[in-house]
């Protein structure tokens, strides 16, 4: 039986006595990350309010998806590859872990939806819907995500952009109400 005038010595332990018992306590070590580190890639699809009847022009697309990318830039994330059809866009990217999904796909419409309207008077009553479909995208999916992207008008010459946007919510497992998604 130890004295309670002894103490032993232990570099990762240190005791307490209370009259009747000696308890032992671990110390406990901390290790903080220094760093907050994230890779997300998601894909956008958002779609011309329908309402607008104004739908982008071919000849104002790259310059758009250009604006978009800057758009993204500025928000701290990296564009990937933008590219749609007259009553659509998808945005592939890499977003920043310091800003939400909803508050940077309402950056990237607000901004661009206000460039458009500066563009041309053509653009005067453009507005983007109200929703849009945001998407995790694994990085062993990166190609194929890029390539679908990439050849969207390809795609479109055989699907509308209503089966296109259901056939990705059925595949993501996305509860949705038809009756708003169009709005």
């Not at 699809?45 to 758009?71: A, C, E, P, W």
């Not at 310091?98 to 419409?109: H, P, R, S, Y």
């Not at 008077?121 to 479909?133: H, L, R």
């Amino acid at each position: 039986m130890q004295n309670k005038n002894q103490r032993p010595v232990r570099t990762d332990h240190f005791y307490l006595y209370d009259e009747t018992y000696w308890y032992i306590y671990i110390k406990t070590q901390y290790i903080y990350m220094s760093q907050s580190l994230s890779k997300l890639y998601i894909h956008i699809i958002f779609h011309v309010k329908d309402q607008s009847n104004t739908y982008i022009r071919n000849s104002d697309k790259d310059i758009l998806y250009s604006y978009i990318g800057s758009i993204i830039k500025d928000n701290d994330s990296i564009p990937l590859i933008i590219n749609g059809v007259e009553d659509h866009i998808h945005v592939f990217c890499i977003m920043s872990k310091n800003i939400a999904l909803a508050a940077f796909i309402k950056e990237i419409k607000r901004h661009s939806s206000r460039w458009l309207k500066n563009l041309d008077n053509y653009y005067k009553a453009f507005k983007w819907q109200g929703g849009y479909g945001g998407f995790s995208v694994s990085p062993s999916l990166y190609d194929k995500t890029f390539s679908y992207i990439k050849h969207q008008q390809k795609h479109h010459t055989t699907m509308s952009f209503k089966d296109e946007y259901l056939l990705f919510l059925k595949e993501y497992g996305v509860e949705y109400n038809e009756e708003y998604l169009w709005m």
